[in-house]
């Protein structure tokens, strides 16, 4: 029983370990998905872009479309292919290509802070 509480508390501490790595990007995202049994991401619109954040260093504006992550373009990338892409740690560069509302595209390496 001790081995046991032992390892859930080793678990307990990699895990918080790991949540303090997770980055922080500055934008917020308003997702569309489609499907139940594989979901794909069919849009993802620049909803919000906190002050002074990596996005508002980087030029990404409130309305920007997200198109692709890391090449996985979208419509089109799954849903948990997209999570794992966005999802990058402090310190790590998350490609994207985004559209402004006039239709041009541009790309971005954004450095997670």
Request: neutral net charge; contains cysteine; proline residues 4%.
């Amino acid at each position: 029983m001790r081995l046991l509480s032992t390892l859930g508390l080793l678990v307990l501490l990699s895990t918080s370990a790991i949540a303090e790595d997770k980055g922080y990007t500055g934008f917020t995202l308003d997702v569309g998905v489609s499907g139940f049994f594989s979901p794909e991401l069919v849009s993802a619109d620049v909803k919000k872009i906190d002050a002074n954040s990596p996005a508002e260093k980087s030029g990404i504006k409130v309305g920007d479309k997200l198109i692709a992550i890391d090449g996985c373009k979208i419509p089109g990338c799954p849903a948990k292919e997209g999570k794992k892409l966005i999802s990058k740690l402090r310190g790590q560069l998350l490609p994207l290509t985004l559209q402004r509302a006039d239709g041009s595209e541009y790309s971005v390496s954004l450095l997670v802070e």
